[in-house]
């Protein structure tokens, strides 16, 4: 966990490491939104003092914040707040409700600490980059889905490099053949993000003269060219 912040005087943008901890167990929403408050106590860091939390697009996260979260700021207490997205155009809000809405938010001042803060989360903010990750990797889907004869060569293709991603991933043996063999270690994608996809077959087709040795030595489909 992190922290940033202005500062007041300089109005330079600071940053500072919290805490970095072994998380047990199955990272379910309810035992991540007691390690933040639990970190949020030990550095004494009430709602008043945090603007946002900003978290990946995880089913896990969305849910802590959503169970937990702050609620929505009733009018009576929105002076110390000023939504200055009502200057722009109404026509140009998102309709996607998986999406958060941007908010551009001007801190007047803080309210006063209540003890019951440290029992919520804060307002909560996807991450923007997380988000732009998941967006190509949903529109490659649906121009796959559009065209069946790429689609069938798209995943044919997909599913051998998958089938030694997965391999590598869980078997050391696996990885040492694949790096005796073409020089490189092995690496695997991660679904949420469409680079990683892309990273990953590039180091495929930098070893192409190889890889297909590599497949027949794990005894895996090979690829056609």
């Not at 007041?8 to 379910?28: D, M, Q, V, Y």
């Not at 933040?36 to 089913?59: A, C, Q």
């Not at 207490?77 to 996607?96: G, H, P, R, W």
Request: net charge negative; charged share 30%.
């Amino acid at each position: 966990m992190t922290v940033h912040w202005i500062d007041p005087t300089t109005f330079e943008r600071n940053s500072s490491p919290l805490a970095c901890r072994r998380f047990k167990g199955a990272h379910i929403f309810d035992k991540i939104a007691e390690l933040i408050i639990d970190i949020h106590s030990e550095y004494d860091l009430r709602l008043p003092k945090i603007t946002k939390t900003v978290t990946d697009n995880g089913s896990n996260m969305v849910k802590a914040f959503k169970i937990f979260g702050k609620p929505d700021l009733p009018d009576s207490e929105c002076a110390n707040i000023l939504n200055v997205n009502e200057i722009f155009d109404k026509n140009n809000e998102q309709s996607n409700d998986d999406m958060d809405e941007d908010e551009m938010l001007i801190l007047k001042e803080f309210p006063e600490a209540k003890d019951s803060d440290i029992y919520q989360l804060p307002n909560h903010e996807r991450c923007a980059t997380h988000t732009l990750h998941l967006i190509p990797s949903r529109d490659i889907d649906k121009a796959r889905s559009n065209n069946n004869s790429y689609r069938k060569v798209h995943d044919a293709a997909m599913a051998k490099c998958r089938a030694v991603w997965n391999l590598c991933a869980r078997s050391p043996k696996a990885c040492e053949i694949y790096l005796e063999i073409t020089g490189k270690s092995p690496t695997s994608p991660c679904p949420t993000r469409w680079n990683s996809y892309y990273d990953c077959i590039t180091d495929i087709l930098k070893v192409q003269e190889t890889i297909n040795e590599v497949l027949r030595k794990l005894g895996l489909a090979v690829l056609k060219r």
